[in-house]
């Protein structure tokens, strides 16, 4: 059984903005089929700015520990910083995560980065113009 840090505990223990964003301005899903771990990240954006970051994450420790950190990196940047948080920042955050849990930070990255993909998307179609 892997050891966690008193960091990756804290996140678990006590994990930030869970929860759904209803009417999302982007929603973002990523899952691992070999661990069985799931990751939704809902957002609010508002002048080009993560207002609001949420999340629901069905899976081990690690992953709702990275999933809580990843919003908490998030919430308040920009679209362009978000889209800068790599799974190396994340693990570097929690001040690190057992090497064969490191893939969970791998999604809590991924899932972001998709619910900024849905939403950038849907700002096109809006303005009329096709992907």
Do not use: W
């Amino acid at each position: 059984m892997p050891v966690y840090n008193e960091k990756v505990m804290d996140h678990f223990m006590n994990p930030r903005n869970v929860g759904e964003i209803d009417n999302a301005d982007g929603v973002g899903e990523v899952g691992n089929p070999v661990c069985g771990d799931m990751m939704t990240f809902y957002i609010k954006v508002k002048d080009n700015h993560l207002e609001d970051v949420k999340y629901k994450t069905f899976g081990c420790g690690a992953a709702i520990a990275v999933s809580s950190m990843v919003s908490e990196m998030a919430k308040g940047k920009t679209l362009e910083e978000a889209k800068k948080i790599t799974p190396k920042s994340v693990a570097d955050e929690l001040k690190g995560l057992p090497k064969q849990k490191f893939h969970c930070s791998n999604l809590g990255a991924q899932a972001l980065g998709k619910a900024i993909e849905d939403y950038e998307g849907k700002q096109k179609t809006k303005g009329g113009k096709e992907r």
